[in-house]
Each structure stands twice: as C-alpha cells, then as structure tokens.
C-alpha cells in the first residue's frame, strides 16, 4: 500500500520537488513554494472572482478585513475550502486569526452563535457559491476602501478579468499592451510609524496609530481605523516590524511603490505590465521547477464501489512503511538535495516611503473642487493685501474648513507664501490667517494631531505681525 513516500520534515520551504508513489503504478509529486509567507492559491482566487464577480469580492474583502462574520454556503465541499482559503489569501500580507472553519459539520452547527468573528464553509455576510451572489443584511455596515483606492482597485481587476469591457465600443480592436505591483497605498509609510524598544531581551513594537492616520489622510476612513484596531494588525506589526529579517515579495514591491505610482501616473498601460509581472513572480513562487512532471493517477476500476462485502482493511506494520520510506529516500539522494540548498538569508528591510512625503506628493481628491478654488482664491487676497476681496469669501472658507481635504489644502496654500523662515504680516492680514488657522484646528480630533496640526505647528512659527 506504501512505497516511496516522503516524510514530511521533507516539505520544507525552498527544497526540491519530491517525486513518490503509494502503489498501484500511480506516479505523483509534491512541489513546496519558494516562499513560505505566500499562500499557495493556484486558481481558487480566480474561482471566486469567477464565481462572484469583481464587485462582490471587493465586498467580500473589506468585509473580512473589518472583521465581520462571514459564511459560505454551497452543495460543493471543494468549492467551499477553495473560497475560504481565496479569501484569506486575498488579505496578504496579513493572517486571518479568528475561527476559521472552511467545512462545518452539521454537529457543529452551534458554532454559528459564536461571537466572535468567523469564516465558515450564518446576523452575518452570506456568500452563495453556487449561485454567484453576496447577501448582506440590512444591520450590517461593511466599511469600503478609501477613495480613490476602491476605484482604483475596481478598474484593475476589470482590466484583467473583463479586459473586454474597455474595448467593447471601439471600432478597431486596441493594440498590443507593452509587458504595477499591487497598489499597496493602504499600508504606504507604516513603518515610519513603528516604535521598536530594544532594552528587553526580545525587542518590543509599537504601531503609532495616530501618525499613520494623521500623515496618510485616513482619519475619518472608518475602513482604516477598523483594520488598525483588528488582531491580525497587530500579528502583522510583530511578524514583519523588525529591521532585520527574511524579506519577501512584500517588503519588495514596498519597497518600490513610490517609483512605481510614478511610472503609472505618466504611462497607464504600465499597470497592467506590473501586474503581470507580479503574477508571473507569485507563479514562480508555486511553480519553481521549470521541468514538467506528469503525474499518473490510477482511477478505479468499475464497480470498485458497488460490492457488497467490502474487505477489512489490514493492520500496517509501523516497521515495514519506515523502512520502504528509508529505502525510497536513499534511491532519491532527497537527503543530499536538501542539503544544496541555501535557506533565505535576513536582512535589513527597506523602510520604503515616509508616510509624510507621501502624503506631499499625493494630489487632494475632494466632491467639491469649488470650494477649494474659492479658498485659494481668499488666501491670495490676504497675502496680496486685498483685505475687502478676502473678507466677501471668507464666511464661505470658514465652512469649507469642515471638511478634512480643505484643512489640509490650507495648509498646503499657507506653506506656499512663506519665503524663508519667517512671513511678515500686517494687523489685517495677521489676523485673518490666524482665524483661518483656528477654524482649522477646532474640528480636529486627537487621532489628527499628525495631520492637520503637525503641518500648521510650523505655519504658526513663521508667520509673525508687524510691530507698529
């Protein structure tokens, strides 16, 4: 029943593909990824966009990274460990920590009453395989991405599953695309947010919660905030804060972004060349031997499950399967192979961007760009001493500093007109800005203090009133 079967402390990251057989002329192999902090998915995430569609599975996500209860259900048992595990790879580089049970007993069925959260293969998001639908009651909020990052997001997707739907009203057939990493805008300038203490043996960190949300905008996203308080955010900042370790895709594609965004602002179709050049590096990472190996399954002969007295199955001799395992492993120098092989080597992790130059060279997207025009336009007058055109606008500028983007446009406006360390004023102008400044400040919050209050700190140093 058993011949050439590998034990598993030969399954390791990185070694070679292992070649075995359990009898019956059968031929099979087994092939460990490169990486061991990349899920294997194979074609389970395409399934489920297959099977949901685009929309819904963004849905799905958001939903599973704010830690909401989520339950599959379908009459397929393979469909439903495959989409469990699709989700849960869809939120790399983080681990899903809650109850996770792709096939649910019926025994089991009390588990649904847990409450805490779950993925399992029922108040809670229902997820129809079969039938391709996401079904969210009405008392759920499921919190969505950021804009522009879920537009963004969705584009993508389409332009790699649906690549129709853009040409489908052309007249001529577009031409050849030239062969992004993922925008990872999400997780931009963390680790400029990291604490790290190192007078315990084992060195403690620390996430800086209202840095990351002040430099990077994310103070009044309810997604962001609800997936900095989840736990898995928490293993993430302990498993992949410290400087010194094993880098993997992540650290690198990190590591690059800025450079990246920068090459897609002025060439579009260099996001598709990145995306498949990050598909081809994930299939690497499954699939790193080059030679194709056929395996041969025998299927069972007829009638192998219609007898009516099925024999008793034999006692296996612990004995006998080590030693054909022993004598497999000698014929296939498996030993020798493992021992070639060089294990990934720590080192010093890429800090990436800084969350602060990001949030400079980020352009300010906002569902009202008049109001913003208007402020310029007010801030101008001031500096140009046309205190009557300032005043007519300035009402309207007081009620556009409600909104977090034009706090942060004035900011931006201010810093512009100061020349040197210091920007002398008049009694006038003096004291317009400053109640701009006020205004700005009065509808901060403590989770703000690295974002709107951190940029005018320095405003308020350098401007300065004429002593008459």
């Known amino acids: 029943m058993c011949s050439s079967t590998p034990p598993g402390e030969y399954f390791c990251e990185c070694g070679p593909q292992v070649r075995f057989s359990i009898g019956a002329g059968d031929r099979q192999a087994l092939q460990p990824p490169l990486s061991a902090t990349l899920l294997v998915t194979g074609t389970t995430v395409y399934q489920l966009f297959e099977e949901l569609g685009i929309h819904n599975v963004v849905t799905l996500f958001c939903a599973a990274m704010t830690e909401h209860k989520i339950l599959f259900h379908s009459s397929s048992y393979s469909r439903l460990t495959d989409a469990c595990h699709a989700v849960t790879a869809l939120m790399y580089p983080f681990k899903y920590s809650h109850v996770y049970i792709p096939l649910l007993p019926s ?186 190996y056929v395996q041969k399954i025998p299927k069972p002969t007829e009638g192998a499950f219609t007898r009516i007295h099925q024999p008793t199955f034999p006692i296996i001799c612990v004995k006998t399967v080590q030693d054909i395992i022993d004598e497999g492993m000698s014929k296939q120098s498996l030993r020798a192979k493992l021992s070639a092989i060089k294990p990934q080597q720590p080192r010093i992790v890429p800090m990436g961007t800084q969350a602060s130059s990001w949030l400079d060279s980020r352009n300010l997207v906002t569902n009202s760009a008049r109001r913003l025009e208007v402020l310029r336009s007010c801030v101008n007058c001031i500096f140009e001493n046309k205190i009557s055109d300032a005043r007519k606008t300035f009402p309207a500028v007081l009620r556009a500093l409600k909104n977090k983007t034009a706090r942060l446009a004035l900011t931006q406006e201010l810093a512009l007109h100061v020349t040197g360390n210091k920007a002398m004023l008049e009694h006038q102008q003096f004291d317009l800005v400053v109640r701009l400044m006020n205004c700005a400040l009065q509808d901060d919050s403590s989770m703000d203090e690295y974002g709107v209050a951190a940029a005018i700190l320095p405003l308020a140093m350098a401007f300065a009133e004429y002593d008459f």
Do not use: W
């Open 107 to 292: 025994a089991l069925i009390e588990v649904l009453s847990t409450p805490t959260p779950f993925i399992m293969g029922l108040d809670v998001i229902v997820v129809d395989l079969d039938g391709g639908s996401l079904l969210v009651p009405e008392c759920i909020n499921v919190s969505r991405l950021p804009e522009p990052l879920h537009s963004v997001l969705y584009s993508h997707m389409c332009k790699v599953l649906r690549p129709e739907l853009k040409s489908a009203d052309d007249a001529f057939p577009p031409g050849q695309i030239k062969p992004s990493p993922p925008h990872m805008l999400l997780l931009q300038g963390y680790r400029s947010c990291l604490t790290i203490i190192r007078i315990h043996p084992r060195p403690f960190i620390t996430f800086h919660k209202a840095a990351f949300l002040g430099q990077q905008t994310y103070s009044d996203c309810d997604f962001i905030i609800k997936v900095l308080d989840c736990m898995f955010f928490n293993t993430f900042v302990s498993e992949r804060g410290p400087p010194y370790r094993v880098c993997d895709i992540f650290d690198e594609i990190y590591a690059s972004m800025q450079d990246t965004l920068k090459a897609e602002s002025k060439d579009m179709t260099t996001v598709l060349q990145h995306i498949q050049e990050l598909a081809q590096q994930l299939y690497l990472n499954e699939n790193p031997n080059p030679q194709p």
